[in-house]
C-alpha cells in the first residue's frame, strides 16, 4: 500500500482523488498541492458571481479547509511543483515565499488542469487583456465592471466566452462576441442546432460576429480596441476565451509521455506511462466511448470522474475509467443547450456514417400555458443503428435528457430501441410523445 | 440556538476544534458532531462507533464516519470511559445528517478529567465566533 500519496492541483479533479484515496486508505499521508491561494473551488461558477446570480465569490467554495481537516488531508497552497523526479518519486515544490523542498511519494496523480489560452496574435503583450479561468479572474472581470466598464467584447464563442457574455449583458454592459469559426459552440453543437441558440442570443442584445478572427489588439500599453476581419472594434474591457490548454509542462520535463490530443497519455486506471504515477482532469486524456479514440474534453464532470478512479487505484485498490461521451450542458438567458456523444460534424470527422432526426417539440403540453420550446437532435450510425450522439435545444429540461440519451449510448441503445422507450406523461410536465422517442421514429423512418 | 451561514450552533454545549460537541449530563457527557461538520461529510452512511466500556482520550480518535464521499475520523472532545453508545445512529446514520444535536447523538462517556479538559473546548459564544471563522476562511 501507499504510504505517501501526492496530487498536484487542488480543484475538481485533484480533491476528488484525495477524497477517494482517502476512503481507500485511512493511514497514508495525503498531500495536496496548489499554486493558487484558494483550493477546492468551482470555476464553473465564476460566471455566475460576474451575473449577480451567486452573491460571492466566497460561495463558489466547495471544499473549506475543514474538508481537508477532517480527512486528514495535507494541503498546501500557494505552493508550485516545480519538478517531478519518476526515478527517484520525488517532487519538488518552491513556496510562495520560495523555499524549496523535495518530497518523495509511493504514488503521484498530476491534476494540473488547464490555462486559459492565448494565440499568437499581435499585440498580445499588451495590458487589460483579462480572461476566466481562476478567482482572480472572475474577481478582474467584476472589479472592471464595477468600476463602470461600458462595453465589454469576448473573444471566442464557446461555452466560458458565451456565459461571460450573458453575465456581463446581465451587469448592463453592451457584449460583442467574435468568433472565427463560422457558428457559435462549434466544440459542441452542430450549426444548425447552434443558429437557434445565436437568434435567441441576438434577441437578448449579444452582437455575434461569426468567421472573424482576431488580428490584432490595438493601444499603447493597454488594450484599447481589437482588429477583428479587417474591422476595428473598442470596448472598455477586452476577454479573451480562444479555449484552454492543458497543463502539461511538469509532465513533459519529467518524461511522462503526451498522447496525441497533446495532453498526458492514461490508461484505463487514469495511470501514465509512467508507474504510480496519475493523471486526471484538464491535463489528462482518455478514451472517446464512441470513436475508441484519446480525447481531452476539458469538463468538471470528467474531473471528478477520473479523479475518483485515480485516487482509488493511487491507494491501491482497482478501479477503471471506461471512457468520456464529453456530456456537457449550459443555460444562456432563457435557452438551455445540451449536447453528449459526438455531433454530425464529429462524426464526419470521424469517419462515422450517421443519419440524424430533427424534432421540435413542447416541454409541456401543447395547450398547457407555460410550455416552452424544445428541439432534440439524435445522431445514428447508419450500419449498428446505434445512437452516438444527441444535442437539446430547450427552454427547460434539457439536462435530465441529455442525461438519459448518455445513458442510452453507455448502454450502446439502437434507435429501434428508443423508439420504443416507456416514458411518462402529464400536461403540465411534458408532451404525450416524448421529443427524444419522436426523433428516434424519424431516423428509423430515413433508415428504411 | 444561532445559525452561523446556515450552520446551527446550540447553546449549552461545549465544542472542539476538531468539530465534537459535549453536553454535560451530571456525572456524564454526551458526545456528537456539529452540524457544520455533518455538512461538510455530506450523506453519512456509515458510522464505526466503540463498545461499550471502551477507552476514549481527549483530541485521539475513537470511530469514523464515511460519507458517499467522504471519510472522517472521530476525535474525541473529552476523555474518559464509554459508558452508552447510540445504536440507532449505527443502524441510521442519516440520523447523523438529520439532527446532529440530537437524534443523531454518538456515545455518551463517563469522563476521566472534565475540570483540566474542559478548558480546552470552546463555549457557545467562542464556538460562534470560530464558526464565523471557519465560514469567513472557508
Ligand atoms: C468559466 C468556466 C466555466 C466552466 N463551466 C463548466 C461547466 O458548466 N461544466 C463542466 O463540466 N465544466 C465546466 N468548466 C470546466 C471545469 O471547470 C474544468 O474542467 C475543471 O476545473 C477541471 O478540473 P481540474 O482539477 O482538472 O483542473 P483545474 O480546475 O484547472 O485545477 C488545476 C489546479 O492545479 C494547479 N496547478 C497547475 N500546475 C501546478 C503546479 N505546477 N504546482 C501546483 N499547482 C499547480 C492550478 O493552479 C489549478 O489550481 C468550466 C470552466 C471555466 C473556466
Redo the contacts with the bound molecule.
Keep these: 500500500m501507499a504510504k505517501r500519496i501526492i496530487v ?7 480533491v476528488e482523488a484525495a477524497s477517494a484515496a482517502r476512503k481507500k486508505d485511512r493511514t497514508a499521508e495525503i498531500i495536496l ?4 491561494k484558494t483550493a477546492g473551488y468551482s ?2 461558477g ?2 455566475f458571481v460576474i451575473g449577480g446570480q451567486i452573491s460571492s465569490f466566497n460561495d463558489l467554495i466547495v471544499y473549506p479547509p475543514a474538508y481537508f481537516q477532517m480527512l486528514k488531508l495535507t494541503l498546501k497552497n500557494e ?3 516545480t519538478a517531478i523526479n519518476t526515478k527517484e518519486k520525488t517532487v519538488t515544490t518552491a513556496d510562495k515565499a520560495g523555499s524549496t523542498e523535495t518530497l518523495p511519494y509511493d504514488s503521484l496523480v498530476i ?4 490555462d486559459a489560452f492565448m494565440p499568437p496574435i499581435k499585440g498580445r503583450e499588451k495590458q487589460g487583456i483579462l480572461s ?2 481562476s478567482l482572480e479572474d472572475g474577481e478582474k472581470i467584476l472589479q472592471a465592471v464595477q468600476n463602470g466598464a461600458k462595453s465589454a467584447v469576448i473573444m471566442g464563442a464557446g ?2 466566452g458565451l ?1 461571460t457574455g450573458v453575465a456581463l449583458i446581465e451587469r448592463g454592459l453592451k457584449v460583442t462576441v467574435v468568433e472565427m469559426l463560422p457558428q457559435i459552440l462549434p466544440q459542441m453543437l452542430d450549426a444548425d442546432m447552434a443558429k437557434l441558440v445565436q437568434e435567441h442570443l441576438q434577441e437578448k442584445g449579444m452582437c455575434i460576429l461569426t468567421s472573424k478572427t482576431v488580428e490584432e489588439f490595438l493601444g499603447n500599453d493597454k488594450v484599447t480596441a481589437i482588429m477583428a476581419g479587417g474591422e476595428r472594434m473598442e470596448a472598455d474591457l477586452f476577454i479573451s476565451a480562444f479555449g484552454v490548454r492543458a ?1 502539461t509542462k ?1 509532465a513533459v520535463d519529467a518524461g511522462i509521455p503526451l498522447g496525441e490530443t497533446r495532453a498526458i497519455k492514461t490508461n484505463a486506471r487514469m495511470e501514465t506511462d509512467v508507474k504510480d504515477v496519475y493523471a ?4 489528462a486524456e482518455s478514451l472517446n466511448l464512441i470513436t475508441h479514440k484519446p480525447t481531452c474534453a ?4 470528467i ?1 471528478v470522474r477520473q479523479g475518483k478512479v485515480a485516487g482509488k487505484n493511487a491507494a491501491g485498490d482497482y478501479s477503471l475509467f471506461t471512457g468520456v461521451l464529453a456530456s ?1 450542458v ?1 443555460r444562456l438567458f432563457d435557452v438551455e443547450a445540451g449536447v453528449t456523444g459526438l455531433t454530425e460534424a464529429a462524426a464526419a470527422r470521424a469517419k462515422i456514417e450517421v443519419v440524424t432526426g430533427v424534432i421540435s417539440s413542447k416541454t409541456k403540453a401543447d395547450y398547457y400555458p407555460t410550455a416552452k420550446p424544445i428541439k432534440v437532435k439524435l445522431v445514428v450510425e447508419k450500419e449498428s443503428q446505434r445512437i452516438v450522439g444527441a444535442q437539446i435545444i430547450g427552454g427547460e429540461e434539457v439536462t435530465q435528457r441529455i442525461n438519459a440519451l448518455s445513458f442510452a449510448i453507455q448502454k450502446e441503445m439502437t434507435v429501434r430501441e428508443l423508439a420504443k422507450a416507456d416514458t411518462a406523461y402529464a400536461p403540465p410536465l411534458c408532451e404525450t410523445w416524448e421529443p427524444m422517442v419522436l426523433a428516434a421514429e424519424m431516423v428509423l423512418m430515413k433508415l428504411r | 440556538m444561532v445559525k452561523v451561514d446556515g450552520y446551527e450552533v446550540p447553546e449549552g454545549l461545549y465544542y472542539s476544534k476538531e468539530f465534537a460537541w459535549i453536553k454535560i449530563e451530571g456525572e456524564k457527557v454526551r458526545m456528537g458532531i456539529t452540524d457544520y461538520a455533518q455538512k461538510q461529510l455530506r450523506e453519512i452512511v456509515y458510522a464505526e462507533l466503540p463498545e461499550a466500556g471502551a477507552e476514549v482520550k481527549q483530541n485521539e480518535p475513537y470511530g469514523t464516519v464515511e460519507s458517499v464521499k467522504a471519510v472522517s475520523d472521530l476525535v474525541a472532545a473529552v476523555s474518559g470511559t464509554v459508558e452508552e453508545v447510540n445504536s440507532e445512529v449505527q443502524s441510521r446514520p442519516e440520523l447523523l445528517n438529520e439532527d446532529p444535536f440530537d437524534r443523531g447523538w454518538l456515545i455518551i462517556v463517563k469522563p476521566s478529567n472534565l475540570q483540566v479538559e474542559l478548558p480546552n473546548l470552546m463555549d457557545f459564544n467562542q464556538a460562534v465566533e470560530w464558526h464565523k471563522n471557519q465560514v469567513q476562511t472557508k
Design positions: 498536484i492541483g487542488a480543484n475538481a479533479a485533484g498541492i496548489t499554486q493558487e470555476r464553473c465564476l460566471p505552493t508550485k511543483v491534476a494540473t488542469g488547464a476566466l479561468r461555452l466560458i456565459e497543463n511538469l486526471i482532469g484538464d491535463c476539458q469538463l468538471g464532470t474531473a456537457a449550459t
